[in-house]
């Protein structure tokens, strides 16, 4: 998929799709200097939630994701999918932060993917007829020590794409924290990647009901209102919804609505990390 450093500590790969009634998110970690390979997956039905977690297969050939297919199994989840990633990978990147290593992880996604094949789950069989998704890719010397993060395919107007992230990471390692944003949006055929710095970014509001606003000089703000409900614990301090809701709007007007297909995610502050809440660097984050 891409290229990684040989000494990154953390590697992480990860696919989002829903389809229908079902929706899933499987990731791969591996903890280079831990010698830990884990493989997470989170599955919604309209009756059913679940969060899995195997430490034992991550390396093994049931289970895998290339950029062209996924494959693999664990307890009453299995999948076979195709991918197709659109030939559209973004590298959310302010110079110099990626080339001096200044973040804690380097990201590259694929937010317009497509899957075709089949999930079962709890006995039943569900098919994945070109359904968009994300496919996402991240390594570096560790997880960022919070973050927002919200991604949306299946909205009430076609070919409406969104995934966003606002984070803090630490900056070269050290304790001092770093506020850092994308978002991307296509919204029928133009396609805006907003990053921070420089746009400012607020974030309110808790997993339950929160609002992401990127603003931008000399236009309207854009805006992503998400409703979240069946929360699931991926462990690490990461809550996530598969079925939320989530608006975009451009300053007044509402582009589009996502109900019950929106992936959203939280990784709440540690404890150091609420010490400095009230800290110039967290408030330039918004959160």
């Known amino acids: 998929m891409r290229i990684l450093r040989a000494d990154s500590a953390l590697k992480y790969w990860f696919f989002k799709v829903n389809a229908g009634p079902i929706a899933l998110l499987v990731d791969w970690i591996v903890y280079s200097q831990r010698h830990e390979q884990w493989m997470r997956i989170s599955i919604h039905t309209p009756t059913r939630r679940t969060v899995l977690v195997d430490r034992t297969s991550a390396a093994g050939t049931r289970s895998f994701l290339t950029s062209r297919h996924t494959a693999g199994s664990h307890g009453e989840v299995q999948w076979n999918l ?53 496919l996402s890719h991240y390594w570096g010397r560790q997880l960022a020590p919070s973050w927002w993060w919200a991604a949306a395919h299946q909205f009430d107007r076609p070919d409406v794409v969104v995934e966003c992230s606002v984070m803090r990471s630490h900056l070269w390692g050290s304790p001092m924290r770093l506020p850092l944003g994308y978002l991307y949006l296509r919204d029928g055929t133009r396609e805006l990647l907003l990053m921070s710095p420089p746009n400012r970014i607020r974030v309110n509001g808790t997993p339950a009901a929160f609002t992401i606003e990127f603003r931008r000089w000399l236009r309207p703000s854009i805006i992503l209102r998400a409703v979240g409900s069946d929360y699931g614990d991926l462990g690490d301090r990461i809550v996530n919804t598969l079925v939320g809701n989530l608006e975009v709007w451009e300053g007044r007007r509402l582009l589009a609505h996502a109900a019950g297909t929106a992936a959203l995610e939280r990784r709440a502050p540690d404890a150091h990390d609420s010490l400095l809440s009230r800290s110039t660097i967290d408030k330039a984050a918004g959160h």
Do not use: C, K, N
Not at 85 to 106: E, K, N, Y
Not at 112 to 117: K, P, T
């Open 82 to 134: 195709a991918i197709e990633d659109g030939d559209r990978w973004l590298v959310p990147d302010i110079f110099p932060a990626r080339a001096t290593h200044m973040p804690d992880l380097i990201l590259a996604t694929a937010p317009r993917s497509v899957f075709r094949g089949w999930i079962t789950y709890d006995g039943q069989r569900f098919g994945v007829e070109a359904a968009p998704g994300v």
